[in-house]
């Protein structure tokens, strides 16, 4: 660092998901953000997607809000079309030099009405849709782009190749936006850290040839059928062969198509196919009833939080078939164009079957661009030309100042990459810590429209949601429905109602129909209330005045096979929300200051890092910790796969904490009991000097998780049995002696009825120990038995290196578990080996079981206490595992670590970071918002009772004693209304959900 003043502005280079999650916890953290897209709108790879798993949500849905909170942040200026070609100066003092190429389309003026694209007479492939789609040579990257504009492919315009050429598009434009004449810009921008996040790019589908890919017609990549899927794709959501579009009745994926396979050079799992793959198959037959699904496979790699559930879901319930086998052949009928797969089978046996089609599931590699951008930045890329990162400083890049985040680091899923993105925030805020608040602006809102003497004029908007809604529920049906409702004064369907454009056209038909109260029909108000609501408030409305009808969850999804009583309940439910809207009144909320002290609960490395990273951007800490010293699970890791030292790693953080005077460390501590509220928490620790009472605003759990332990295949009964943790650490100590042969079994206690999740570290484990004994005996004989090998990543490359070094893998399946039996001084293992189809036998002088994770003691306690949800499995349970996963549901709440989930070392690390800006994004506001739904009693009628102060969960009321009236403190209610259902005077009543306007409900869905 320098002495230099710092500048408290972040440029984030890349749209996709990891940048605009980069971008606004950097702007809600109090810095000014430059959001560079190369292309003419952000989305990313995610605005391709056509749902997301396992929940099967909408994937356009689920990123709208983000799109339009980025796109509407005060604080975050958009600069799509350009690149960064040059970065000089100093650490916290950059100037950053960026060339954005013309639009020759005005953004101010367009108002993406589309006349321009009718009227051009060019049409070329659409790369957004794999180039199964076409688009014309002036066109907006998808339906709802952020921003909401038009832009002319430069290499394709008539008239830019040719001044007196076409012009048509000059014509057809009502708002005079477009200009061909416009010059490239360059931009010099002053910042104080720069983050990349440029994502990655499909790998090519003719990377194997044999294939047939370009070749057959019904052959496509798994990014070709993901926009096949989408309601916005070519074929709108209608799954057809591209060759005769014939709805397909029989379709194969094959894996690993480009990845790990070094002969292509990409010797590295790609991560995300195994479970792309799967929700594929589910979803084409959700699109095709009665569909046949097939993958072809190596390792199903379902590592991730939940998803081996997802996995036993697309096999047990929706009979998606997989097959283990290596590719032979890929042929086409030339009659049928149907594609015929010969393969082999793991006894060596060969088998040939027909499909109508075929996707290849194609991995992912670096942008192209990745290279330009090292060298304008300075930084250094990895072998495979990924941005080089350190394993315990995740998104650090070989620059200070310069961070990185998402599959510009490697490939990883959507989870992982938004965890990233805040991690390179995290860091990012950070370093800037001295200048945060200083560049920021203020959002400033109209002023409030009275509406108390109006008449209701409300205004329906409906949302077909592609697949989601519209496949089942006949949305223009029910939208001149709408029309005929009394007090509804306007009603429009949306395509996507929460994307950007329709989200403007709501706030202008308000102005334009002075609507005072607003209905949107579409999916869940969980996640996508505060969106709708905050429009209103833009557009001078109280935002309260606005009521969501969920005709996802509530009609098509859950009678997705009865469209006609799907539609009538749709009808139902605006009918039931236009009457409860018109006797909505505004509702006022009261502001509360805010403690900025932080409670971080687990000394482990995640708690650890945490604390100092939210001590480093200049908040106190407070760190409890139940045992008597620092260091968690990391203290049990002697080494890792690449050969660093955990140890090391944890006395550079236990000394960091130590010293920190911002970190308040308890040791020895637990938390014994919790009161106030978002923003104003009290906390009882009990502590060995007694109890102690600590105020912060903040709560981050990182509990971590314990080793599992098992009874299965002789543990604890002989001493030739041990775990691969003991293993580890004989290892690292005196060896392993005179053992010959070892013997490995994986999934011992996972992956079954009792535990049915992967534990993501045990694959690791093994390959990482086998590779050491390896080093240290490299006569020895090692044996993995496994099920699937998950090395996932780069990890890939180790699995490959430990066959090399003659680590011999024997698969296994749950109905054929290995047997084990005494021996002496040794065990002898018995398995079946698929390959030769013979029953192996082993004599093993040491067998090592994998038996994994499982959540810490004192989780669920724990959870009881701060009323946060746990999963099945017993791990926390995040508010959204695709675009929030490491908040809680409730506000102010965050996890990280393995108390989230079952992750490696440096994984823990990012997520530990991505906690803290979450944190930060809380501990930075002004002041804090209560909630508008809370109670409110009528003083008149209540009796004095007290049910709703014992109904109270959260502490929020309680008896005046002079009046003997109940009273709430809204800063204290969550608006969950149980004090409501609790009081038989009906004195109690919540706003926006009133007993009257619950009861027009009521009647209105009686007729």
């Known amino acids: 660092m320098t002495d230099k003043k710092q500048i408290g502005a972040v440029l984030v280079v890349g749209g996709g998901i990891s940048g605009m999650q980069s971008a606004l916890d950097l702007a809600e953290s109090g810095y000014r953000v430059y959001l560079v897209e190369k292309k003419p709108a952000i989305g990313g790879t995610m605005a391709r997607l056509d749902k997301t798993f396992p929940t099967n949500d909408c994937a356009m849905c689920t990123m709208s809000p983000k799109l339009v909170d980025v796109g509407r942040h005060l604080n975050i200026e958009i600069i799509t079309g350009a690149e960064l070609v040059d970065l000089a100066g100093e650490p916290g003092n950059f100037k950053a030099k960026v060339l954005q190429q013309a639009r020759y389309v005005s953004l101010e003026k367009c108002i993406g009405c589309g006349a321009c694209a009718e009227a051009c007479p060019v049409k070329v492939d659409d790369d957004f849709d794999g180039g199964l789609g076409k688009r014309k040579a002036i066109y907006k990257l998808y339906a709802q782009a952020t921003p909401n504009a038009y832009a002319i492919d430069k290499g394709k315009c008539l008239k830019l190749k040719n001044p007196k050429a076409c012009g048509k598009c000059l014509k057809a434009c009502p708002a005079d936006a477009i200009d061909h004449s416009m010059p490239d810009k360059t931009l010099e921008l002053e910042v104080g850290a720069v983050i990349l996040s440029p994502g990655f790019e499909p790998m090519d589908g003719n990377l194997r040839e044999e294939f047939g890919w370009g070749r057959y017609q019904n052959v496509v990549t798994s990014l070709q059928f993901e926009r096949l899927l989408s309601a916005s794709g070519p074929t709108m959501g209608h799954l057809v062969r591209p060759s005769d579009h014939v709805e397909p009745k029989k379709i194969a994926f094959i894996q690993c198509a480009g990845s790990r396979d070094s002969a292509k050079g990409n010797p590295y799992c790609s991560a995300v196919c195994c479970m792309y793959a799967t929700k594929h198959a589910i979803i084409a037959q959700e699109h095709e009833p009665g569909l046949e699904t097939k993958i072809f496979y190596m390792d199903i790699r379902a590592y991730g939080k939940d998803f081996e559930k997802y996995y036993d879901r697309a096999r047990i319930q ?80 070989t620059r200070e100042g310069v961070f990185a985040g998402g599959a510009f680091c490697a490939p990883k899923d959507i989870p992982e990459t938004v965890v990233d993105a805040s991690a390179a925030a995290a860091n990012a805020a950070k370093f800037l810590s001295a200048a945060r608040g200083t560049l920021s602006k203020v959002k400033t809102y109209p002023e409030e429209r009275d509406i108390t003497q109006e008449d209701p004029r409300v205004g329906v908007f409906v949302c077909n949601c592609g697949i989601n809604i519209g496949s089942v529920v006949r949305v223009p049906e029910v939208a001149e429905y709408a029309k005929t409702l009394p007090g509804v004064v306007h009603t429009e369907e949306f395509l996507f109602s929460c994307s950007q454009d329709s989200i403007e056209k709501i706030k202008e038909r308000i102005n334009e129909h ?59 439910l605006v009918r039931m929300a236009v009457a409860k809207a018109k006797l909505l009144k505004p509702v006022y909320t009261s502001f509360m200051d805010i403690n900025r002290q932080a409670m971080v609960i687990g000394g482990g490395v995640a708690g650890m890092a945490n604390a100092l990273n939210l001590a480093g951007q200049g908040f106190k800490v407070v760190l409890v910790e139940r045992e008597d010293k620092l260091g968690g699970n990391a203290l049990e890791v002697k080494y890792t796969m690449q050969g660093n030292d955990p140890a090391q790693l944890v006395n550079q953080l236990i000394q960091e904490v130590t010293n920190h005077p911002n970190i308040d460390l308890n040791l020895n501590s637990t938390v014994k009991e919790v009161s106030g509220y978002l923003g104003n928490y009290k906390t009882t620790l009990a502590t060995p000097q007694g109890d102690k009472k600590v105020e912060h605003g903040v709560v981050i759990i990182a509990t971590g998780a314990e080793l599992a332990t098992t009874n299965e295949y002789l543990y604890g009964q002989h001493k030739a049995v041990l775990t691969q943790r003991e293993l580890e650490h004989r290892l690292a100590g005196n060896g392993i002696g005179s053992a010959k042969n070892i013997v490995m079994i994986q999934c011992v206690g996972s992956r079954n009825e009792e535990r049915p999740y992967c534990s993501r570290i045990c694959c690791y484990n093994a390959i990482k120990n086998a590779l050491k004994i390896k080093e240290l005996n490299p006569e020895a004989n090692v044996f993995v038995i496994y099920r699937d090998i998950r090395t996932y990543g780069f990890y890939e490359t180790y699995y490959a290196e430990a066959r090399k070094k003659g680590v011999i893998f ?198």
């Open 514 to 572: 002075q609507l005072n109260r607003v209905v949107v029909a579409s999916c869940t108000p969980r996640t996508h209330a505060p969106l709708f609501m905050s429009s209103l408030k833009e557009a001078g409305l109280n935002p309260y005045l606005f009521e969501q009808a969920n005709i996802r969850e509530h009609a098509s999804w859950v009678h997705r096979d009865y469209p006609d009583a799907a539609t009538e309940k749709a009808k139902d």
């Open 318 to 397: 929706n009979g998606v078939k997989y097959e283990k086998a290596m590719i032979s052949s890929v042929k086409e009928d030339p009659s049928t164009k149907n594609v015929i797969v010969r393969y082999r089978k793991p006894d060596g046996s060969f088998a040939e079957e027909t499909f109508d089609m075929l996707v290849l599931s194609v991995g992912l590699k670096p942008s192209s661009g990745n290279a330009a951008l090292a060298k304008a930045c300075g930084i250094e890329l990895d072998e495979y030309g990924f941005c080089k990162t350190s394993e315990f400083v995740p998104g650090q890049t």
């Open 810 to 1007: 024997v698969r296994y399946t749950l109905d054929e578990k290995p047997q084990v039996e005494a021996n002496g001084d040794k065990v002898k293992v018995r398995v079946k080996d698929p390959i030769l189809n013979k029953m192996l036998e082993l004599d093993t002088d040491l067998l090592v079981l994998s038996t994994g994770i499982i959540p810490a003691k004192g989780t669920d306690a724990l959870s009881q206490i701060f009323k946060v949800t746990l999963n099945a499995d017993g791990y926390f349970l995040e508010a959204h595992m695709k675009l929030r996963p490491v908040d809680f549901a409730a506000d102010g709440l965050y996890l990280c670590g393995l108390a989230h989930s079952p992750k490696l070392i440096g994984e823990s690390i990012a997520q530990a970071n991505a906690a803290a800006v979450r944190a930060v994004t809380m501990l930075a506001k002004d002041k804090l918002e209560s909630l508008g739904n809370v109670a409110q009693v009528n003083p008149k009628w209540c009796k004095g009772c007290g049910l709703c102060i014992e109904a109270c969960a959260y502490g929020a009321r309680y008896m005046n004693e002079l009046t003997n009236v109940a009273e709430v403190l809204d800063v204290l209610c969550q608006g969950c209304g149980a004090c409501v259902a609790s009081c038989p005077s009906g004195a109690c009543q919540q706003k926006g959900f009133e007993k009257g306007q619950l009861i027009a409900m009521l009647d209105a869905c009686n007729g």
